[in-house]
């Protein structure tokens, strides 16, 4: 029995020279070809036939064998192929392109057509949604992190499991943008005399759809396995995520994308790993990439390869793109086109009319499919509507009636218009559109304009009328501008109230449970109160009655007795029976007497309970606790709106305000210099609770989860704390510092304080919400002492220079150095500073007793508060949502300021 690679053609070479003749296939190939031809040399034996030197018969009965053990087409080709590779010649030629075998396996073919694995893909967007929802890079498992970048690079490089299990960082070179690794072995697609393949991954501007970040991210948390010195080769990018973390094969590959899908919801019974290709490739090419783009990327050389095996309709719920469609607006146009809003989940222009449309969906010629071809398209007329393939634009350049039209590459037709045009007339169908009426303010065909529109005074050639209003075209598309700026300002407005009201609708949601939750408590009490009423009379009347019936026992008592001797008197002498008469005669009256007090003093009383008006009230009415009201905000003008002092609130034993901000709306927290106090307010100023601290507070930033933390001074300290639904503050952690901790805010998921130095400049550090240490940076511009931050929308950090009259900005990830926005006369120690939702900024002048307001730029604006009696040595600021609308809350010496906006 031959071995499998030694083919009668190679029995004369050295063992050397079979040995890399053999290499001429891939391992993937000898594999199956090795069990293949093992499978045959068996069934040889059994039939006493020379595996290598059969006549055609054998050959035909083992592939008719493999047919009624139900292999696959496929399967009995792979048979085939082996068998030709080893079998000696027959008639001069291959034994697999006998025309014998050909026929055969064709009739094989024909009685077992082979199906496609996948009659659809799934949709990309499902997998991206749950990796963004996976979180930071840094938060999740190694397992969860391997399987997340097993996806980015499949999807992003459309490559397959193999090809991603080469990525070796030995062949890797990286920027800040990107990362390319050079193949170190030939792929599937790779052909002799091209050299080998380079896979190149860019940025992304989402951090979690990043795969540049991922792969960094991966790379660090990996590096400490990479280090192991044991003779394993760990060069590799993918390692597993279990000890002792050798490089994975591709199958684990597979298996860890097909983890992520499971994870993501995606039905990895149907799908399987390799369908990340098919996904990710349809999904480009539905979002308008054009085919070559996407050939270069996966490497194919052919069109058909994309056409016939990987671009497929993506799987979605019918009922669910009807209610989609219903609510996001969709427009169907000539042809089944969309236009989808800009805020729509999806980005194409796919034709999803109905399920048969889905399946001639894309960029294939529309002459060919109404002919019951498929070729994919490579131009596109406007005029038409049509996508033509290379044959089909030739015809269509010399046809007389489309001879004329432009013809666009069909990557551009995105780019030349996103509104299809039905160009003929609506009652000549076949007529093309020629003239336009205004008096009916439509256009028609010549037929239309010498029938209907004859009598029509205004009438004109489109040609005409489009070289006419050419000229008003730069305005109306500065009015256009003008109303897709409006537009864009009101989706933010509107985005923005709807996230307020989202968060409106939980705050009130709290209150109405918190106000259940304290009637029933109140109702508690109420009845505990009640029932002790109720045993404490019942027990004071009982003892009453008691009373009373004893008394009046005793005189029963007595008078049976009387009765009982008078009834004997027979039986007693007779002077003892006179005497005994005079006794009870004397009594008679003075029972009467004693009767006639008891009765008198006796009174019947019925036990009830009464009710106070407002709690029966509250029980009769239909609204219990009230109603839920939609209460009219009006927009506040910032710039040009006066402020009024709507509560001045003196906090009790405290001076010297230094700081204060806002908590959930509701609660003020703000801090006392002086006294190191910590105080908890409500939106009337009333105190709730306190704390002492252990050194002098400065500044304050809330976080989230009604969490804040506080910077000290003397000792230098950065206190998080939290404040609990009794509204009690508890202390998470403390972070001491070298030295003393001035301002501090808030950056996304950072804190950022500044550390006091000697001389000008400033150090910024950087923790976690938990306090874990990030970075820091070294500022030279301004000074930390007696200055705060502020931390924009637009995660910029602000911060004042109190001895140099100046405001600055930086960028918390450049370290480079800050940006002065505003130094001048107008502007007297600046400390506190803050911005509305506008991003027009607030300073608190110390010096000045004034607040002033500039733009996002640092433009002056106008001294929004200056000689207001109540404004002496204001420290902290902050423009904040308190209650039902925006307040300014100013901390001063001796009292927390708080200012509305009138409209």
Known sequence: MENFGESAKTNS?????????????RPGTRAAYKSAWGKWVSWCGTQSVDPVHSPLEPIVEFLTVLYKD??????????RSAI????????????????????????????????????????VDILLKFIEKMGDNNNISLKMLSCKLVALLALTSAGRASELNQLNVKFMSNSETCFSFKMSKPTETCKPGNPLQSIVFNAFDTDSLCVVKCIRSYLERTSSFREISDNIDRSWLLLSFVKPHHPITTSSVSRWLKTIMAEAGINTNQFKAHSTRSASVSKAYFAGVSVSDIMQQAHWAKESTFARFYCKPIHKSAFQQSVLKRISGLRFIRHYHVTYHEDQWINTKQSVSNEENMENNGKFCDYCNRQGNVKMATSWCPECDDRLCKNCVKFHQVNRLTMEHSVYNTAEENQISSVKIDLFCKQHSSNKLEVYCFDHEEPCCLMCATIIHRNCEKVGTLNDCSQKYAKNIPSICAEMEKLRKASVAEIARVRCDMECFKNESKDVEHRIKTMTAKT?????????????????????????????????LDIRKTVEDSIRIL???????????????????????????YIEELQKNYQTFVVDVHFDDAFTSVHSSSNPFGEIKLKTKHKIDYRSGQL??????????????????????????TTCEESKMLYILDVNGRQLSSLKLRGCPWSIAVLQNQCFCVSLRDPGCICILEMQKNLSITTLKELKMPQNVWGICAVEDKIVASIETQGHGQVFRFYDHEGNYSDE???AQGESQCGTLHATTSKCILFTHPSGNSIFSVDPDNSEGATKLYSGNNMKYPIGLTCDPEENIYVACFGSNSILQFNGNGKFLREILHK?????????????????????IVTTMDKLLIYRFNQ
């Open 868 to 888: 207001d009696l109540s404004l002496q040595n204001p420290y902290g600021i902050r423009v904040k949502g308190l209650g039902d609308n925006i307040k300014l």
């Open 644 to 669: 009024e002092l709507e509560r001045s609130v003196t906090v009790e034993g405290s001076s010297y305000l230094s700081d204060a901000d806002v908590i959930d709306g509701r609660y003020i927290v």
């Open 13 to 25: 070479l050295s063992k050397e020279a079979s040995s890399l003749h053999s290499q001429a296939w």
């Open 70 to 79: 139900n292999k696959q087409y496929r399967t009995i080709n792979t048979y």
């Open 84 to 123: 030709s590779k080893n079998h000696a010649l027959i008639d001069g030629q291959r034994v697999g392109q006998h025309p014998m075998i050909v026929t055969h396996m064709r009739a094989i073919f024909n009685m077992r057509t082979p199906k496609p694995r996948y009659q659809e893909s799934w949709d």
């Open 567 to 593: 009834k004997k008197n027979d039986r007693l002498p007779n002077i003892a029976f006179l005497l005994e008469l005079m006794r009870i005669g004397k009594t008679v009256p003075e029972i009467h007497i």
């Open 520 to 552: 029933i408590i109140a109702l508690k009490e109420k009845e505990r109160v009640l029932l002790e009423n109720l045993e404490k009379t019942k027990l004071e009347r009982e003892f009453i009655l008691v009373k009373t019936l004893d008394e009046y």
């Open 777 to 779: 940076h070294k500022i």
